[in-house]
């Protein structure tokens, strides 16, 4: 218990005006799909990835990642990925989410433990039609630096995005967990 303590409240290794380069490469798992149906008036909500759940396959998630130190343990910046599933009619659904980044960092050094919350659009595409609509991240991970400038690390967490139209009937939300391996640079 002294030594969780102790690392938690160690001298902190950033200073304001330290910066983080990470990319990110890995999977994405559909959490959950709901879609509102106004005229039958129920909501139809899938869980897990696959046929007879949500109907989309796990798929790739990619991302490149800036972070600004605006005190020693919080960083603000932004992020663009790119993301490919499956869906069971074999056309690609593909997301190109566009983040505002607020970063927390409790544990920090040679072995960060980063939380962010992340706010921003969502261009997502799907059978030839497209929408452009809000999302928000919720991440947590864990990066190991093998010397004072590069790291890896492993990161997860939470993607929400609604899908809202002017037609009620097709409204709904979907949820994924991103899961991915991480490199990272600092200065």
């Known amino acids: 218990m002294v030594l969780a303590s102790s690392v938690l409240m160690a001298a902190p290794y950033y200073d304001t005006g330290s910066q983080i380069f990470t990319i990110s490469a890995g999977t994405n798992v559909p959490l959950s799909a709901t879609y509102f149906d106004t005229e039958k008036q129920e909501n139809v909500t899938m869980v ?22 605006v ?48 706010l921003g659009f969502n261009y997502m595409g799907f059978n030839g039609n497209s929408k452009f609509t809000v999302n928000t991240q919720l991440n947590v991970g864990a990066r190991y630096y093998f ?31 991103p899961i991915n391996l991480t490199v990272s640079y600092r200065q």
């Open 48 to 69: 897990g990835p696959g046929n007879g759940n949500t109907n989309i396959s796990m798929g790739g998630f990619g991302s490149l990642d800036y972070e600004l130190f």
């Open 71 to 118: 005190n020693p343990y919080f960083s603000m910046g932004g992020e663009i990925g790119y993301q490919f599933n499956f869906a069971a009619d074999g056309n690609i659904f593909t997301c190109v989410p566009i983040l505002y980044r607020l970063t927390y960092i409790p544990v920090q050094g040679t072995i960060d433990i980063p939380v962010s919350l992340g």
């Open 147 to 177: 010397n004072n400038e590069w790291g890896v690390g492993v990161m997860t967490g939470l993607s929400y995005s609604p899908e809202l139209y002017k037609n009620t009937q097709k409204n709904g939300h979907i949820t994924f967990v």
